[in-house]
């Protein structure tokens, strides 16, 4: 199973899909969380150290995972439900990690890993934000950016069992049905 959560920044998304994973989690499954930030400055530790305060009492396993899913990707298997948080750092650290931006080689090959791991796992929940509502800029690095997470959008919305758009702090499910009283 694929849930994909998207919404913009502070709608709730990364909460709301802790809660979803320990809901689909039975006693016997292990909850797994890959975080994709980077540790780049203080403001950024801080954040972090946030996120791993509030799960630290729930029995996550954290994975810090910038880019190359597939390096973990053997550590998952049929009794794990796992939250990939953020899309959207992941894609920023993979496509601006070396001067090759071509969005058509790398958006593929980060779509597929998503899919194997969709397909490997009890449950895959992943996270990531929207920000289309005032068009794509035209400046290089910007437009690759946007149109590739759009793209990588595309694919895991088409592969999700179900897709929700966070707004206000509250699910909308645009594809599927969520069985925990979420529709």
């Given at each position: 199973?694929?849930?994909?959560?998207?919404?913009?920044?502070?709608?709730?998304?990364?909460?709301?899909?802790?809660?979803?994973?320990?809901?689909?989690?039975?006693?016997?499954?292990?909850?797994?969380?890959?975080?994709?930030?980077?540790?780049?400055?203080?403001?950024?530790?801080?954040?972090?150290?946030?996120?791993?305060?509030q799960?630290?009492?729930?029995g996550?396993?954290?994975?810090?995972?910038?880019?190359?899913?597939?390096?973990?990707?053997?550590?998952?298997?049929?009794?794990?439900?796992?939250?990939?948080?953020?899309?959207?750092?992941?894609?920023?650290?993979?496509?601006?990690?070396?001067?090759?931006?071509?969005?058509?080689?790398?958006?593929?090959?980060?779509?597929?890993?998503?899919?194997?791991?969709?397909?490997?796992?009890?449950?895959l929940?992943?996270?990531?934000?929207?920000?289309?509502?005032?068009?794509?800029?035209?400046?290089?690095?910007?437009?690759?950016?946007?149109?590739?997470?759009?793209?990588?959008?595309?694919?895991?919305?088409?592969?999700?069992?179900?897709?929700?758009?966070?707004?206000?702090?509250?699910?909308?499910?645009?594809?599927?049905r969520?069985?925990?009283?979420?529709?």
């Open positions: 199973m694929i849930v994909f959560i998207s919404g913009g920044v502070r709608s709730g998304k990364s909460s709301f899909a802790e809660r979803c994973a320990k809901m689909i989690a039975e006693p016997t499954d292990s909850l797994h969380y890959i975080a994709t930030a980077l540790r780049t400055d203080e403001e950024m530790e801080a954040r972090i150290a946030h996120h791993q305060a799960r630290k009492h729930d996550w396993q954290t994975w810090e995972q910038p880019y190359d899913l597939d390096c973990i990707m053997p550590m998952f298997g049929g009794c794990d439900v796992v939250l990939l948080d953020c899309l959207t750092n992941l894609w920023a650290n993979e496509l601006f990690r070396d001067d090759e931006w071509n969005v058509h080689v790398k958006v593929p090959r980060i779509a597929q890993q998503i899919k194997q791991l969709g397909e490997k796992v009890k449950a929940i992943v996270v990531s934000n929207e920000l289309f509502c005032d068009g794509v800029p035209h400046e290089r690095g910007t437009y690759a950016y946007m149109h590739g997470l759009g793209l990588l959008h595309q694919h895991i919305a088409a592969w999700s069992d179900v897709a929700i758009l966070m707004k206000y702090g509250l699910p909308i499910v645009k594809k599927g969520w069985p925990c009283g979420v529709e």
